[in-house]
């Protein structure tokens, strides 16, 4: 039982002790701890760190701290309990009271600019403001460390009735994070990483907003004219950018790899402010014809994929023949179906394609070559 506590997937989820496992039973995932013990110095100190662990499960969620359940009183006297500096005690072990307080301090000082760009509720016109004010990475970020903090506070507080006045503006703020969190990732998101008691309280007030399909686009002449018009903002061409990586994505193409890797580095470039937004739109044109000229040519070619992916490699290195060459490649490649698990096919295979390349590239360009077509190269 103590083995498979420690298993997330596993049962039970919840452990009952009376004595013991106070050192040498480490438990990362446990968060909680109802403590209806008397119990004072060394012995409620290693209580205590049974929960502090850090832990971050499978889809990248944080245990944020832990939290330990009082039910004897030791926190109402914790100084006397501990027989420990009194400054050192405080800074590590917080009351809940404390907690209120810093919750309270944050909703009143730090939320209301947040809140003003959301007045009257959550809607489509609170959605462009609250996306237009978050278009620097700086402001995002200001945005997200505030209300993580904010969200964690609340989940180890609610429920309590100390929250009731302050619940419809927290319940704006997640909306917005949310919103905001999947109006700028590159990757696609499915939900918004909201902690268990604010997801039930988002679902049920505001999730219409959150599970609306992402906006997608046609990568075409038309929305490159468009974002060249001169009243285009910052979080259009961020969202342009983004649009296009999801694209170039999902593709399933190994040939666009390269193109979606451009597409990153125009979007950092851009978000660190190492681009202007005229600079940012006219390397995105170039990209769009790139990504125009890689799509009609593997047309004309007629290659399967693996091939056309090795050709384009070549190409882009400026290597005569790549054409016949691709071929060669492909014909050689599929000799040694095992190359990913077998090393000995690895080797047998890269020594081959060195020497078949070797002519036409020269030594040092080669090893990069190879090792981009394998890495690209679909199973």
Known sequence: MRKTFLKPDMMPKILIVTDKLLTGYDAPLLYCMYLDKPMRDHALLQAIARVNRPYEDSSGKAKPCGFVLDFVGIFERLERALSFDSDIVSAVIKNIEVLKGRFAALMTDVAPKYLALCKGGIDDKAIERAIEAMADKEDRKAFFDFYKELEMLYEIISPDIFLRKYIDDYLKLA???????????????????????????????????????????????????????????????????????????????????????????????????????????KEIEELYRKYQNAQKER????FNENTFTAYWVLK???????????????????????????????????????????????????????????????A
Do not use: C
């Open 175 to 281: 909306a917005m994070y949310g919103i905001i969190r999947k109006f700028f990732s590159p990757r696609p998101i499915v939900a918004p990483d909201f902690m268990r008691k604010t997801e039930s309280l988002v679902r049920e007030k505001v999730g219409a907003y959150l599970d609306a399909p992402t906006s997608t686009i046609k990568l075409n002449e038309e929305i490159i004219t468009a974002i060249k018009s001169a009243n285009t903002g910052k979080a259009k061409v961020i969202n342009l950018v983004i649009q296009i990586i999801r694209i170039l994505d999902t593709a399933g193409q190994p040939h666009l790899i390269s193109i979606k890797e451009r597409a990153e580095a125009i979007l950092e470039g851009y978000e660190n402010r190492q681009l202007t937004t005229e600079a940012a739109i």
């Open 316 to 378: 882009n290195e400026n290597i005569a023949e790549s054409e016949k060459l691709a071929a060669e490649i492909d014909a050689l490649v599929q000799k040694y179906p095992h190359y990913r698990d077998n090393a000995a096919e690895m080797r047998q295979l890269k020594a081959e394609l060195y020497k078949i390349l070797l002519p036409a590239a020269g030594k040092e360009k080669m090893v990069q070559i190879v090792r981009n077509i394998l890495e690209m190269r679909k």
């Open 299 to 302: 047309k004309e070619k007629n």
